[in-house]
């Protein structure tokens, strides 16, 4: 089975950055899809009144404030400005602003619960499966979702891709998210150039096998353009990049 046919998606990572909107805004989203994004991928957390909001770290620490996500509501969250007039979003806001207009990537980040609450606001909303993924680099949330509805498109989040595709298989998941990029030095305790030949290595021997295993690649976050052109070649299915336009140029262009 050959799922690698259908046009490559260009998704923006947490938003379009190149004009410095703050991450993970609606400002930030609304400026992807004008620039010809076929959707984008963001980061939601669990409040401490179960709700969803959008932002990607688990604390305020990045502006200036030191409470943990989960110790919040989302009424206090959603209150609070990110740069002026640009407020952290609910998952709510998002999916009533752009559920079914876009491809939707939704990363659910660090809490093990949350699952029930996800599923009932995709379902609320009626989300067409074509059109979402929820991803995460965490086991639980995605295995949980699955549970709950099987038809809930499902990615697993790696830095390395290395026996990454069992562990896709293993969950159920639809897809694997790959780290797919220039990496940096220090990253990890390795030769630097040994790492980065291991790392595409097995990128690519991931992207060969992923077909044939009825998983789709949707690789993070691609920047460098010589890794562009790389993902574009071997025909993966989405790329998550900062690099909107430039993504899309070279995928038009292929």
């Not at 991450?23 to 010809?36: D, K, R, Y």
Request: hydrophobic letters at 40%; glycine letters at 6%; aromatic letters at 8%.
């Amino acid at each position: 089975m050959d799922i690698k046919m259908e046009p490559i998606k260009i998704l923006a990572h947490r938003g379009y950055l190149v004009n410095n909107e703050p991450e993970n805004s609606i400002l930030a989203f609304q400026t992807a899809a004008s620039c010809g994004a076929d959707g984008f991928e963001f980061d939601v957390h669990l409040t401490s009144d179960k709700k969803f909001v959008c932002y990607h770290d688990d604390t305020l620490e990045k502006i200036g404030r030191p409470e943990a996500i989960k110790d919040l509501s989302s009424k206090e969250l959603t209150s609070i400005e990110l740069t002026t007039g640009n407020m952290i979003p609910s998952l709510v806001e998002i999916l009533e602003l752009f559920g079914n207009k876009v491809t939707l990537n939704i990363e659910v980040k660090s809490q093990k619960k949350g699952a029930k609450e996800l599923v009932e606001l995709i379902h609320q909303y009626n989300l067409d499966p074509a059109k979402l993924i929820v991803s995460s680099f965490h086991h639980p949330p995605l295995k949980d979702i699955k549970s709950l509805d099987s038809s809930i498109s499902t990615g697993l989040l790696c830095g390395f891709a290395r026996g990454q595709l069992k562990i896709a298989q293993k969950l159920k998941c639809d897809a694997l998210h790959p780290f797919y990029d220039v990496i940096p030095k220090g990253w990890i305790k390795a030769p630097h150039w040994l790492l980065t030949i291991l790392h595409k290595h097995y990128a690519h021997k991931s992207f060969e096998k992923a077909g044939k295993l009825g998983i789709l690649i949707n690789p993070w976050t691609v920047n460098d353009e010589k890794f562009l052109k790389l993902a574009i070649q071997k025909r993966v299915n989405s790329i998550i990049t900062d690099q909107v336009e430039k993504a899309i140029e070279l995928r038009e262009y292929s």
